[in-house]
T-cell receptor
Framework: SQKIEQNSEALNIQEGKTATLTCNYTNYSPAYLQWYRQDPGRGPVFLLLIRENEKEKRKERLKVTFDTTLKQSLFHITASQPADSATYLCALEAGGFKTIFGAGTRLFVKA | DSGVTQTPKHLITATGQRVTLRCSPRSGDLSVYWYQQSLDQGLQFLIQYYNGEERAKGNILERFSAQQFPDLHSELNLSSLELGDSALYFC?????????????????FGPGTRLTVL
């Protein structure tokens, strides 16, 4: 069956460290994968998109990698700050224009 | 502010009732998506419209229906409501280029409508 999985457990890290979040998928061949941030009670906010022919993409303190062989994307936040605390969602286009979101990983950055 | 508006912000109703949620996309966006997010489930894709036509369907119940109007705003109709329909309903919009146009297809989400069914 088709699945998109993210770490269900919350990730707790110290301010200044690098946070790494994982998104794995099975039985999809997405043309691209997206990462979103969601704060409690609010709509997700788009962060980055990476295409299947791109290995890595960066935006300020954010970095995304995409390994279509492993069927995995890694999302990194360097020099993390307490303001980075949120839930991070990965999403992929699952064919037929459907967008499938992972359940998200909660990140807590301690000062 | 994403530029996507949703009304109402909160809705409290009873089982068996029917409600309509409204969404206005960002200026220039042709695609509208509807999602349901409940506490025990992630963001569930319901349906997508592109320029007035249904483009993709997710796990949308038969009791739910949607449409996109000529001015591109969209409505999600939920009928015969059940307790389990209580959730946050998000609308998102995107430019949604045709395949091959090579543009990113990020979605811009509205603030959501919190539906409580009692």
């Amino acid at each position: 069956s088709q699945k998109i999985e993210q770490n269900s457990e919350a990730l707790n890290i110290q301010e200044g460290k690098t946070a790494t979040l994982t998104c794995n998928y099975t039985n999809y061949s997405p043309a691209y994968l997206q990462w979103y941030r969601q704060d409690p009670g609010r709509g997700p906010v788009f962060l980055l998109l990476i295409r299947e022919n791109e290995k890595e993409k960066r935006k300020e303190r954010l970095k995304v990698t995409f390994d279509t062989t492993l069927k995995q994307s890694l999302f990194h936040i360097t020099a993390s700050q307490p303001a980075d605390s949120a839930t991070y969602l990965c999403a992929l286009e699952a064919g037929g224009f459907k967008t499938i979101f992972g359940a998200g990983t909660r990140l807590f950055v301690k000062a | 502010d994403s530029g996507v508006t949703q009304t109402p912000k909160h809705l409290i109703t009873a089982t068996g009732q029917r409600v309509t949620l409204r969404c206005s996309p960002r200026s220039g966006d042709l695609s509208v998506y509807w999602y349901q997010q409940s506490l025990d489930q992630g963001l569930q894709f319901l349906i997508q419209y592109y320029n007035g036509e249904e483009r993709a369907k997710g796990n949308i119940l038969e009791r739910f229906s949607a449409q996109q109007f000529p001015d591109l705003h969209s409505e999600l109709n939920l009928s015969s409501l059940e307790l389990g329909d209580s959730a946050l309903y998000f609308c998102a919009s995107s430019v949604n280029p045709l395949p091959g146009q090579g543009r990113d297809n990020e979605q811009f989400f509205g603030p959501g409508t919190r539906l409580t069914v009692l």
